[in-house]
């Protein structure tokens, strides 16, 4: 059973800055792509940003693009979002996600609050 283990989260000032991680107990090359998403309270789980493993393309929502960046470390096993200009819409439980042919993934989520 793959795990996947988020890391990083807190509570930060807007403005401010978080880097979020995720680890797997497998090749992270093993999935066709790991992303985050994130659910805020009485809200939907929505897609943040996504990265295919094999030729590194990051996607990401409008509502992140320009603040955050998706990246994957072969050394660290592990994909990462670093989170620049937080602000207080971006509270929410951030949750790791892992996709192969044979299944989809998630982690425990990791909640992240920007104060005003």
């Known amino acids: 059973q793959v795990q996947l283990v988020e890391s990083g989260g807190g509570l930060v000032q807007a403005g401010g800055s978080l880097r979020l991680s995720c680890g797997a107990s497998e090749s992270i090359f093993s999935f066709y792509s790991m992303g985050w998403y994130r659910q805020a309270p009485g809200k939907q789980r929505d897609l943040v940003a996504m990265i295919t493993l094999g030729d590194g393309i990051a996607t990401y929502a409008d509502s992140v693009k320009g603040r955050f960046t998706i990246s994957r470390s072969g050394a660290q096993n592990a994909v990462n979002l670093r989170m620049d200009s937080l602000n207080p819409e971006d509270t929410a439980v951030y949750y790791c996600?892992?996709?192969?042919?044979?299944?989809?993934?998630w982690g425990q989520g990791t909640q992240v609050t920007v104060s005003p």
């Open positions: 996600h892992a996709r192969q042919p044979r299944g989809n993934y």
